[in-house]
Every structure is written in C-alpha cells, then in structure tokens.
C-alpha cells in the first residue's frame, strides 16, 4: 500500500513535469519560429531589391526620369545592394534598442530615397515592416506608419508633386496604409501580450513544478519514514503479545509446575508417597497445558478452555484447577444475562483473571477468592476478590513487574480499565471493566450452576 502511494506520487510528479516541459517547449518553438522568420525576412532583401530593380529598368522609357536621378538610382541600388547583404549577418536578438532603432532609419530612409528614384521600389520598402516589428511595442506603431507613408508613394507613382488629384490620391492612400497598419499593429501587440502572458504562465508552472517535485521528494522521505515507523510498531506490538502470552502461560506455568515439584520433594522427605504422586501428576497436568499453550501462542490463538466452553464456564473450569494447584477455595459467580461478545474480549477476561489468580497465589496468602463476571448493559465486569493480606496500590506495586502491567493493557486495548482497590491486612479486588460492542447480540441465559441472579457482584472478599 505505501509502495503504491509512493509510485502514485512519482507519477504524479513525472506528469505535472511533462505539462510543464510541454508547455516550456512550446514558449521555445514559438521563439524559435520568430528568430526564423526574422532571418528569412533578412534572406529576402536582397531578392526583393533584384526585383524591384528589374521591374524599373523594364519600366523605364514609361517614366520621364532625369539623368541626375538615373545615376543617383544606380548608386542608391548599390547602397542598398551592400546593406542588404551586410543585414545577412544582422543577429535577430541581442541587439540593445538604440542600435535596432539606427537600423531602422537608415533602412527605411534608403527605402524612401529608393522610391523617390522609382515607384517600383516600393517592393523593397516593403521591408521597413520586418525592422519596424523589432522595435517593441511603441517604435512598432512609429514604424508602422513611416513604412505606410512610404509604400502610399509607392502606390501612387510618386511623392506628391503640387497636383492636387495627385496629392489626394496620395492622402487617401496613406490614410488607408496607415489604418490597416496600425490595426495590424494592435492585433499584432494583442498576440504578443498573449504569448508575453503565456511565456509567464510557463515560468510559474515550471516554478510550481518545481516545488511540487521538491515536495514530493520531501513526501516521499516522510512516507518511507512513516512505513519503517509501521514496521517498528509492528515488531514492538508483536514483541509486546508475544510478552503477554508467554507471561500468561509459560512463565505461569512453569512456576506451578516448580511449586508441584517442590510440594513433591517435600511430601517424599516427609514420606507421604500419595502426596507426592498427587503433585507430581498435577506438575505432569500443568506441563502438557502449557506445551499445549506455548504452541496456541505461537499461532496466535486463545487460550484453550474458551475453545471448549463459554466465558464462564472457562472461568469456572480456570478456578478449579487454580484451587487444584493451590490448595485455596476459588468460587466464580456470574451474574446479569450473559451475552455473546468478541474473542477479543473473551481472552482479554480470561487473561486478566489467569493473572490476577497467579498474584493471588504468589503474593496474598489468601484463604478465600471469588470471581465474579457480571453482564451489565453494555459491559462486561471481572472482579476477583481474595481475603489475603492486601497493599497500598499506588506505594507498593512493583513497576518492574509485567502482571498489573499486562492487565491494564489488555483492558485498556478493548477501551476498558482495570481497578485495584486494595489495602494492607483488607485483601484486595481487582476489577476490569470492558464495553461491548453496540451491535452484540444477547446470547441464551447461561446454565452455570455458580450464576445467582441478575444482581451485581458484590465487591467484598468471599
């Protein structure tokens, strides 16, 4: 599952890094067809200056062209015939604004002079709109209409004269020139505006992209971190069972199989033979349960007894064979209507009233014990009460102790809580009380002979 999320978010990152990269190639191929076309317009001035060359010499015995003007024609084309070629090495970007607007005046002033020699030029002029569009925003329009101007003389044969029809025309001319111009000239701003907004948006997805990636990153280390926490959890919880059930079975085990054999060694010495026997068969007893146990624990299973019976008829069975063991009465009560709940909760019982016996018989030299289990509404209760010699709960319990520990814990991980009331020389009852689910459904009334009733247990040693 962490896996997974990991290489969703990779994808996620590789996704938004190719929109990105899409949309950054995009801003360079524009740049890169502008930087094209600016060249190709460079490519083209020398044809359009052969052309319009052509065109006037074809045109010439047309027009009534002075000597002077012929010669300072042929001058102008070679002029214009070495800038244009000298433009071929005119980079189109790098180039500060001051040059670019030089460039500009002489190339549409050697134009204009160009058109004044013959109208044919006009074909030439033409390329004042290519230098104009290289002057940014404002310059543009300046150089949009001087090219316009210069293109309505070349529409109308000439710059006007004194003729007033010639100079209308001219006017009309110009005045049309210009106004298609400058509406190309804001179509022309609208789209670069759109693509200087473009270019904007490009540079604040790759900065996002950016940071997302960064932050995927980062994501990706807390969620390997927060995994291997998981792991540690686990092995700790794990770790913290497998404590539980060995506490519970072994080790309680083992230490009433040493009490057996002890109290066996004894009645030999004291040569009580139908003694020993019976302790040495109860160690016997307690070994194969708890063989049985420890082999139920590594397959994380519950106790035995509750696979045999119900929870009290477990109780009932765990407290004769406690009083077996130990000589000390043990009674188990149930009281209120029994009620079906969890395996969860059924181990939980069952464990804490195995440790709160094995308390009893190590530390309270005790006479008497009663367990009672009561069902009240939503909860289920276990006291264990012994008349035995008692202590201070808060003063004298031993922190290093697992038992009191692991009961606390088992309660308090089905959302219930484990009470000890206690004190010296008044015995002590230890109470564990576990919600049931809402959803629990009532189970037949138990036929234990030990139920009396549905009035609560009282909380007094037996």
């Not at 899409?22 to 001035?45: F, K, N, P």
């Not at 202590?391 to 290093?400: K, L």
Request: charged content about 20%; overall charge neutral.
């Amino acid at each position: 599952m962490g896996e997974a999320a990991v290489v969703t978010d990779q994808a996620l990152v590789t996704t938004v890094t190719a929109t990105a990269a899409s949309g950054q190639a995009g801003a360079d191929g524009a740049t890169a067809w502008q930087r094209r076309s600016d060249r190709i317009a460079r490519l083209l001035l020398l044809p359009m200056l052969v052309v319009a060359t052509l065109l006037s010499l074809i045109t010439a015995s047309s027009f009534d062209v002075s000597r002077g003007r012929v010669v300072a024609g042929l001058v102008l084309v070679l002029v214009a015939a070495v800038w244009s070629a000298g433009m071929l090495r005119y980079p189109t970007d790098g180039v500060p604004p001051r040059i670019r607007r030089l460039v500009f005046v002489i190339h549409v002033t050697l134009g204009g002079v160009l058109v004044w020699v013959s109208p044919w030029y006009g074909v030439f002029a033409f390329t004042g709109y290519f230098f104009a569009d290289e002057l940014g925003r404002r310059g543009r329009v300046y150089g949009f209409v001087a090219t316009a101007l210069i293109l309505a003389a070349s529409q109308t044969a000439g710059y006007p004269n004194g003729s007033p029809v010639h100079t209308v025309s001219f006017l009309i001319m110009a005045g049309f020139n210009v106004i298609a111009v400058l509406s190309m000239s804001t179509l022309i701003n609208k789209v670069i505006d759109q693509n200087v907004e473009r270019g904007q948006m490009i540079t604040e997805l790759a900065e996002t992209n950016r940071l997302l990636h960064v932050t995927m990153r980062e994501n990706a280390g807390l969620h390997s971190q927060l995994l291997a926490q998981a792991r540690e959890a686990g092995v700790t919880e794990e770790r913290g069972r497998l404590a539980g059930e060995i506490h519970d079975t072994l080790a309680q085990g083992l230490a009433g199989i040493i009490t057996q054999l002890e109290a066996a060694r004894q009645a030999e010495d004291a040569g009580e033979r139908a003694e020993r026997s019976r302790h040495l068969e109860l160690a016997d007893a307690l070994a194969r349960a708890n063989l049985v146990e420890a082999r139920r624990s590594v397959r994380a299973l519950r106790p035995e007894q509750l696979d045999r019976a119900g929870l009290a008829e477990a109780l009932t069975a765990l407290a004769g064979d406690w009083t077996r063991r130990t000589a000390i009465p043990a009674h188990v009560v149930t009281t209120g209507a029994p009620t079906r709940v969890s395996t969860e909760i059924e181990t939980a019982i069952y464990r804490i009233a195995q440790e709160a016996l094995a308390n009893v018989a190590n530390h309270a030299r005790a006479t008497r014990v009663q367990l009672t289990l009561s069902y009240v509404d939503d909860t289920v209760l276990l006291d264990v009460a012994d008349d035995g010699a008692g202590f201070r709960p808060a003063a004298d319990s031993p922190s290093g102790r697992y038992g009191l520990t692991g009961m606390r814990r088992r309660a308090q991980a089905l959302a219930g809580s484990l009470t000890i009331e206690s004190a010296p020389g008044d015995g002590t009852i230890v109470n564990a009380a576990i919600p049931l689910p809402s959803t629990s459904p009532p189970a037949s009334p138990s036929t234990t002979p030990n139920a009396v009733g549905d009035a609560r247990p009282e909380r007094a040693p037996a």
